[in-house]
C-alpha cells in the first residue's frame, strides 16, 4: 500500500505503534490515542516524519473521529481496554470504550466512505477451547466482559458490511 492516508486508532500502543510504523513509510498516517494503555515514546519517532500526525482523544468521541477519518482511505482499529481484570473490574468502561468507541469508528468510516476498516479482535472471544490453536470457524463463548465486546465488535463490522456496504475485516 502506497500513497494512501490511513488512520490507526491505539496507535500509540505496542501493535498499533508497530503497524504505524510499517505504514508510515509509504504513506499519511494518522495515529490516535488517549494514551490509557499506550505510550508517547512507543511513537515519538514516528511523530517527527511530516507524513504522521498524532491526535491525542478517545474512540468514544465521534466528532473526533469523523474529523480524523475525513478522506482516509483505510483505517486500521486497535484501540480498546485490552485487559480482562480490567473488563472484570469495570465492566461499564469496557463496554463504554469496546463496544461505543468501535460503533463510532464503524460510524465515522462509514460516513467518511473509508474503503476498509480492518478490526482487531481477540481469540478470548472462543473462551476455554478444548483444541488449540483456536480458528475462527468456531463458535463465540467469551467469558469475560472484554470478550464479549470484541464478540460485539465483530459482529458489528459484519453488520456494517451487510447493511451499509463498508468493507470490514
Not at 481496554?81 to 460503533?103: A, E, F, W
Amino acid at each position: 500500500m502506497k500513497g494512501k492516508r490511513v488512520v490507526v486508532t491505539g496507535g500509540a500502543g505496542f501493535i498499533g505503534s508497530n503497524i504505524a510504523e510499517v505504514l508510515s513509510t509509504d504513506n499519511e498516517v494518522i495515529i490516535i490515542d488517549d494514551l490509557s494503555s499506550g505510550r508517547l515514546q512507543n511513537i515519538s519517532h514516528l511523530t517527527q516524519k511530516p507524513t504522521v500526525r498524532f491526535m491525542q482523544g478517545s474512540i468514544t468521541d465521534l466528532p473526533l473521529l469523523l474529523n480524523a477519518f475525513a478522506a482516509a482511505d483505510y483505517v486500521f482499529h486497535l484501540a480498546a481496554i485490552p485487559s480482562v481484570p480490567m473488563s472484570i473490574h469495570d465492566p461499564l468502561r469496557s463496554n463504554d470504550v469496546n463496544i461505543l468507541g468501535t460503533l463510532n469508528a464503524l460510524v465515522a468510516a462509514r460516513d467518511c466512505q473509508v474503503k476498509k476498516v480492518v478490526f482487531s479482535s481477540s481469540c478470548a472471544i472462543y473462551g476455554d477451547t478444548p483444541s488449540l490453536p483456536a480458528r475462527e470457524t468456531m463458535p463465540p463463548a467469551p467469558l469475560s466482559p472484554y470478550a464479549v465486546t470484541k464478540a460485539a465488535g465483530e459482529q458489528y463490522c459484519a453488520v456494517f458490511r451487510h447493511v451499509f456496504g463498508l468493507p470490514t475485516v
